[in-house]
């Protein structure tokens, strides 16, 4: 991810264009003579449900044309997994 260094008057000029500079991934450095004023960077990626994981892939399954398939090894892992899952011990939160 790069980092740009811009004066607070370039940035005022083309605040739209670092914005979009963000959207790409770089880091912008606002600076005040040689002082960092503000720094813009991507904001974190949205948290997303379950159910809208399972949409967003089964969109991306029609527009690929197929559906992914699991690889065996990792399938029999998160199997294993599942199998081995313990209840939470919740006693410690009251």
């Known amino acids: 991810m790069?980092?740009?260094?811009i004066s607070e008057a370039d940035a005022a000029r083309d605040f739209a264009g670092l914005l979009a500079?963000?959207?790409?991934g770089e880091v912008i450095v606002i600076e005040c003579g040689s002082y960092p004023a503000a720094v813009l960077r991507p904001a974190a990626p949205p948290r997303r449900?379950?159910?809208?994981s399972i949409a967003l892939a089964e969109a991306r399954s029609r527009e690929l044309g197929y559906k992914p398939v699991m690889d065996a090894g990792y399938a029999a892992d998160m199997e294993e997994i599942v199998r081995n899952r313990k209840p939470r011990d919740t006693?410690?939160?009251?």
């Open 91 to 94: 006693s410690a939160w009251a």
């Open 21 to 24: 500079r963000v959207r790409l």
């Open 2 to 5: 790069a980092t740009i260094h």
């Open 49 to 52: 449900s379950i159910s809208d």
